[in-house]
C-alpha cells in the first residue's frame, strides 16, 4: 500500500526485455536508505518487488501483463520514474490509499500555466473514468492528485510547481503516457453496489410459505 506521495525521481539505467518481460535496473537514493530483497516500491505507481540492490539502484523484474497495461513498455535508458517505498503502519497518509495496481493508462491532452499552477487534462478510458468526480481522488503516476474537473472521456488536475519539479508530470508533454489508478474507496462502493443489486434481483424463493408446502414445517 503507498500514499501517493513521490519520495524521489529514479532514472532508468538499464532495461532488459525478454519475450513476455523485462528486468528494470534504476537509480536511485532516499528509497534504498532500508531497502531488503522483497520490498515493495512504486515505480510510476505500479507496484514491484526488488530482486536486486546496492548502495546506488535497484532491479526489478516485470511480467508480460503489467508491460501491457502500464507505461513501463515505453520507458527507455535514461528515463525519469516516480519512487515510492511502501506505506508503514504509523506513518502519516498524507495522500490517499493507493495500491500500485493500474487501472489503465491515459494520455496528457493539454497543459495550461494558470498563475503558479499547471493545468493537465488527462484523456481515460472508461475503465478509470468511472471512478472520477470532482474534489476525488486520484494517482497518476503514482502521484496522488485531486480532480479538478471532469468530461466524459477525460479529467484535469492542477499541480503546483514542487510537484512539476519533483515528480515525472513536470517532465512530460501533450500526448505521453501516464499510469492511472482509481480511488480504492470508489471500488469497494462500487462492488457493494453491484453486490446489493445482484441479491435484490436473485432474492431466495424459500420462505415459510415454501417449506409448509415441502412438508418442513
Do not use: W
Not at 518487488?49 to 501483463?65: D, K, L, W
Not at 494517482?139 to 485531486?146: R, W
Not at 500526448?175 to 436473485?202: A, H, M, S
Amino acid at each position: 500500500m503507498f500514499t501517493g506521495l513521490v519520495e524521489e525521481l529514479g532514472k532508468v539505467e538499464n532495461l532488459k526485455k525478454g519475450a513476455k518481460s523485462a528486468k528494470l535496473t534504476l537509480k536511485a537514493d532516499k528509497v534504498l536508505t532500508d531497502v531488503k530483497l522483497g520490498d515493495s516500491i512504486a515505480v510510476n505507481g505500479i507496484c514491484l518487488t526488488v530482486v536486486e540492490y546496492s548502495r546506488e539502484f535497484f532491479a526489478v523484474e516485470v511480467m508480460s501483463e503489467t508491460l501491457q497495461k502500464t507505461g513501463l513498455e515505453k520507458l527507455k535508458r535514461g528515463s525519469v520514474v516516480n519512487l515510492e517505498r511502501a506505506l508503514r503502519v504509523g506513518d502519516r497518509l498524507g495522500g490517499h490509499l493507493v495500491t500500485g495496481h493500474i487501472d489503465g493508462t491515459g494520455k496528457i491532452i493539454n497543459k495550461e500555466q494558470l498563475d503558479i499552477a499547471i493545468l493537465i487534462e488527462i484523456e481515460a478510458p472508461e475503465a478509470v473514468m468511472k471512478y472520477i468526480l470532482p474534489k476525488g481522488s486520484i494517482a497518476i503516476d503514482g502521484i496522488s492528485l485531486t480532480i479538478v474537473e471532469h468530461k466524459e472521456n477525460s479529467f484535469t488536475v492542477s499541480i503546483i510547481p514542487h510537484t512539476a519539479k519533483e515528480t515525472t508530470l513536470g517532465h512530460k508533454d501533450t500526448g505521453e503516457v501516464v499510469n492511472l489508478e482509481g480511488d480504492l474507496i470508489g471500488k469497494y462502493v462500487e462492488k457493494f453496489t453491484l453486490n446489493k443489486e445482484e441479491t435484490k434481483n436473485t432474492q431466495s424463493k424459500v420462505n415459510r410459505n415454501f417449506l409448509m408446502e415441502h412438508g418442513f414445517y
